[in-house]
């Protein structure tokens, strides 16, 4: 009895021994093939069928020729054998894009795509059969049934020729303008971010730029290049002078025999077919993490390679406004294009410095995060007042950071202090002919020379400002000028407890000490205003870098070891270099705790008890604390 894999080869062999005799053959197999692909009758089938159309298109039976004009001759043998051939021909590329559709097996599926691909170019040495590739590459980017297995070998295999990816390009511009017209989900069709999935998944496989004809690692699916039966087809904007050379070429015979030019062998029709397929990807509707992926390639393999990269600016700009790593691989975009494209954008530190905030130091993306914003602040663009307003912030944010954020933050305000020496007032802000000298009190109405006295007010506020502050306030309360009777008799006129208002200019009455008269700076109050996203209007210049006094006393040594490591290196520029923020990034408060569970101590601090304590809190101290167990 014979078996149907038995039937099915040898309907093959005898369809290829003889290909016109045994051409019904060709009905037997195609309908083998759609009763089951996936099964090893239909595998046999599929690949007869290709070894015969492919034979076909050799020996002329399937070549397109010009239509018969007298009805004798649309009745011959060999045309009528042509149309017939032609009809099995579309049924065969019907069934294969049927099992892309399909929920057909990976397996089944690969071996339809190759089929495909090899009727592609099966047609003449250098021809490629655009038409049927693009319904192709249409099922693979909107059909949700194709498998990966498929996405991958048409990734790793075919996108190496230029030909297929000129033409993958072309389909990838056209399905998504098709998913951005399409607001509600269609059946059986990617739409929205999936479609975008589908092709980002494609297009960040496919080189930026086409290779020169002379380059050797441009090679072409059809043949063509390296049969060299084409050629580069002229622009539409050509010069002149760019015309007379390529005529010269042809009539030297340079360029060889040609079967005509092709748009996929031109490198300018490639670009523009390149950035077309990306701002089509780039208007779809894609989330998050798909947009993470495209803009870590966005400034570095895609915006050389656009024709007008200036275009991706709206999409950078919306990107931006969502804020944290989005934003700030937006912004290394968009400085990318300031830098090199002439883009301006002149709130560009404006919104780096909105985006600082406290959560970057635990984001996990933290790293990348702050490598860009080193890059950014090494520019020589940053102007003086902006590099203080970041100064400031680190300073600021380093307060309240991680102990590795805590590091990096005093990183940054090392190279941004050594890399703008104007911003040194920040830390040692020199005394004002003003400020050295305080203004005398005017002394009260009286005759004789009064004796000094301080109210309550004064004595409470010198119990409770800082000694660097109470030097020189004490001084300006308690001076009495004995030479002037003028002023003794202004003075005598004032209120008790009021003085007057700081000097104008006076750094220390201004920042520090002054006092809350009208609504002036209290005692102690820092003229930086955090919540101001301006670096412009933050008054940073104005203010000092008390945060590192601060820092010097953190829990962690690290910390106050980089304080001290800051002092030394900006009392010695020449010796010392920028601190490399690249090696601090690595760190995180996990590695630092191992660091010390490690570490060998010499000596340990012991607590000795009379008794072993019972309990956390005394008992007295219980009421303090209602509802815990202490």
Same mark, same amino acid.
């Given at each position: 009895m014979v078996t149907q894999m038995q039937e099915v080869t040898l309907l093959g062999e005898e369809l290829l021994r003889e290909p016109v005799? *045994?051409?019904?053959? &060709?009905?037997?197999?195609?309908?083998?093939?759609? @009763?089951?692909?996936? %099964? +090893?009758?239909?595998?046999?089938?599929?690949?007869?069928?290709?070894?015969?159309?492919?034979? @076909?298109?050799?020996?002329?039976?399937?070549?397109?020729?010009?239509?018969?004009?007298?009805?004798?001759?649309? #009745?011959?043998? #060999? &045309? $009528?054998?042509?149309?017939?051939? $032609?009809?099995?021909?579309?049924?065969?590329c019907g069934h294969l894009l049927g099992m892309l559709h399909d929920q057909a097996e990976a397996a089944a599926q690969v071996a339809a795509l190759n089929t495909l691909l090899e009727l592609v170019r099966s047609q003449q040495v250098g021809v490629f059969d655009h038409r049927l590739f693009n319904r192709a590459s249409t099922v693979l980017l909107q059909q949700p049934a194709v498998s990966q297995d498929v996405l991958e070998l048409l990734i790793s295999k075919y996108? %190496?020729?230029?030909?297929? $990816?000129?033409?993958m390009l072309q389909v990838m511009h056209k399905v998504a303008e098709c998913a951005q017209s399409q607001n509600l989900p269609s059946e059986g069709i990617l739409t929205g971010e999936h479609a975008g999935r589908r092709i980002f998944q494609v297009l960040s496989a496919i080189a930026p730029t086409l290779a020169l004809e002379g380059d050797k690692s441009m090679q072409s699916w059809c043949g063509a290049v390296e049969a060299g039966v084409v050629a580069a087809a002229p622009l539409r904007g050509e010069g002149s002078q760019q015309r007379r050379k390529r005529k010269r070429e042809a009539a030297s015979g340079k360029e060889g025999p040609l079967l005509g030019s092709v748009q996929w062998a031109n490198p300018s029709a490639y670009k523009r077919a390149f950035s077309e397929a990306w701002l089509g990807l780039l208007r779809l509707p894609l989330p998050s993490d798909l947009l993470k992926k495209v803009l870590v390639q966005l400034h570095s393999k895609v915006m050389p390679s656009l024709a007008n990269p200036l275009l991706l600016s709206d999409f950078l700009s919306s990107c931006l406004d969502q804020g944290g790593l989005l934003g700030m691989l +937006?912004?290394? +975009? /968009?400085?990318?294009?300031?830098?090199?494209?002439?883009?301006?954008?002149?709130?560009?530190?404006? *919104?780096?410095?909105?985006?600082?905030?406290?959560?970057?130091?635990?984001?996990k993306y933290r790293a990348r995060f702050l490598q860009l914003a080193d890059i950014?602040?090494?520019?020589?663009?940053?102007?003086?007042?902006?590099?203080?307003?970041?100064?400031?912030?680190?300073? =600021?944010?380093? /307060?309240?950071?991680?102990?590795?954020?805590?590091?990096?933050?005093?990183?940054?305000?090392?190279? /941004?202090? $050594? *890399?703008?020496?104007?911003?040194?007032?920040?830390?040692n802000k020199p005394?004002?002919?003003q400020s050295a000298a305080p203004a005398p009190l005017p002394a009260p109405m009286l005759t004789a020379t009064p004796a000094v006295t301080h109210t309550s007010t004064d004595i409470m506020e010198q119990?409770?400002?800082?000694?660097?502050?109470?030097?020189?306030?004490? =001084?300006?309360?308690? =001076?009495?000028?004995s030479s002037s009777a003028s002023e003794a008799e202004r003075s005598d006129a004032e209120e008790p407890g009021v003085r007057p208002a700081p000097i104008a200019g006076d750094a220390v009455g201004q920042t520090a000490a002054a006092t809350a008269i009208g609504g002036r700076m209290e005692a102690g109050q820092d003229v930086f205003d955090e919540n101001e996203v301006d670096p412009a209007k933050c008054r940073a210049i104005e203010s000092s870098l008390w945060e590192l006094e601060s820092l010097r006393h953190h829990y962690y040594?690290?910390?106050?070891?980089?304080?001290?490591?800051?002092?030394?290196?900006?009392?010695?520029?020449?010796?010392?270099?920028?601190?490399?923020i690249g090696a601090l990034l690595r760190s995180s408060y996990s590695e630092y705790f191992a660091v010390e569970t490690q570490k060998r101590l010499k000596s340990v601090p012991v607590a000795f008890f009379p008794m072993p304590p019972t309990q956390l809190f005394p008992n007295a101290a219980k009421l303090e604390f209602p509802g815990w167990v202490c």
């Amino acid at each position: 009895m014979v078996t149907q894999m038995q039937e099915v080869t040898l309907l093959g062999e005898e369809l290829l021994r003889e290909p016109v005799k *045994r051409v019904n053959h &060709v009905s037997k197999l195609l309908s083998i093939l759609s @009763s089951d692909p996936s %099964q +090893a009758p239909g595998k046999v089938a599929l690949k007869y069928l290709k070894l015969f159309f492919t034979a @076909s298109f050799e020996n002329g039976n399937l070549t397109e020729q010009t239509e018969p004009t007298r009805a004798a001759d649309s #009745q011959a043998p #060999q &045309v $009528r054998l042509r149309v017939w051939l $032609r009809q099995k021909f579309e049924m065969l590329c019907g069934h294969l894009l049927g099992m892309l559709h399909d929920q057909a097996e990976a397996a089944a599926q690969v071996a339809a795509l190759n089929t495909l691909l090899e009727l592609v170019r099966s047609q003449q040495v250098g021809v490629f059969d655009h038409r049927l590739f693009n319904r192709a590459s249409t099922v693979l980017l909107q059909q949700p049934a194709v498998s990966q297995d498929v996405l991958e070998l048409l990734i790793s295999k075919y996108l %190496q020729y230029a030909d297929v $990816r000129f033409h993958m390009l072309q389909v990838m511009h056209k399905v998504a303008e098709c998913a951005q017209s399409q607001n509600l989900p269609s059946e059986g069709i990617l739409t929205g971010e999936h479609a975008g999935r589908r092709i980002f998944q494609v297009l960040s496989a496919i080189a930026p730029t086409l290779a020169l004809e002379g380059d050797k690692s441009m090679q072409s699916w059809c043949g063509a290049v390296e049969a060299g039966v084409v050629a580069a087809a002229p622009l539409r904007g050509e010069g002149s002078q760019q015309r007379r050379k390529r005529k010269r070429e042809a009539a030297s015979g340079k360029e060889g025999p040609l079967l005509g030019s092709v748009q996929w062998a031109n490198p300018s029709a490639y670009k523009r077919a390149f950035s077309e397929a990306w701002l089509g990807l780039l208007r779809l509707p894609l989330p998050s993490d798909l947009l993470k992926k495209v803009l870590v390639q966005l400034h570095s393999k895609v915006m050389p390679s656009l024709a007008n990269p200036l275009l991706l600016s709206d999409f950078l700009s919306s990107c931006l406004d969502q804020g944290g790593l989005l934003g700030m691989l +937006a912004l290394n +975009a /968009l400085f990318t294009l300031v830098t090199k494209h002439g883009l301006e954008y002149p709130h560009f530190y404006a *919104r780096l410095y909105a985006l600082l905030q406290g959560p970057v130091f635990r984001a996990k993306y933290r790293a990348r995060f702050l490598q860009l914003a080193d890059i950014f602040l090494s520019s020589g663009m940053v102007p003086a007042y902006t590099a203080a307003a970041f100064i400031k912030k680190f300073a =600021h944010l380093a /307060l309240t950071a991680p102990p590795a954020g805590a590091v990096i933050a005093i990183a940054f305000i090392h190279n /941004l202090l $050594r *890399r703008h020496p104007s911003c040194s007032v920040l830390v040692n802000k020199p005394a004002t002919p003003q400020s050295a000298a305080p203004a005398p009190l005017p002394a009260p109405m009286l005759t004789a020379t009064p004796a000094v006295t301080h109210t309550s007010t004064d004595i409470m506020e010198q119990q409770t400002l800082p000694d660097a502050l109470m030097n020189g306030k004490t =001084h300006a309360l308690g =001076h009495v000028s004995s030479s002037s009777a003028s002023e003794a008799e202004r003075s005598d006129a004032e209120e008790p407890g009021v003085r007057p208002a700081p000097i104008a200019g006076d750094a220390v009455g201004q920042t520090a000490a002054a006092t809350a008269i009208g609504g002036r700076m209290e005692a102690g109050q820092d003229v930086f205003d955090e919540n101001e996203v301006d670096p412009a209007k933050c008054r940073a210049i104005e203010s000092s870098l008390w945060e590192l006094e601060s820092l010097r006393h953190h829990y962690y040594h690290a910390v106050a070891k980089y304080v001290s490591i800051l002092e030394k290196d900006l009392g010695d520029r020449k010796r010392t270099a920028e601190v490399d923020i690249g090696a601090l990034l690595r760190s995180s408060y996990s590695e630092y705790f191992a660091v010390e569970t490690q570490k060998r101590l010499k000596s340990v601090p012991v607590a000795f008890f009379p008794m072993p304590p019972t309990q956390l809190f005394p008992n007295a101290a219980k009421l303090e604390f209602p509802g815990w167990v202490c």
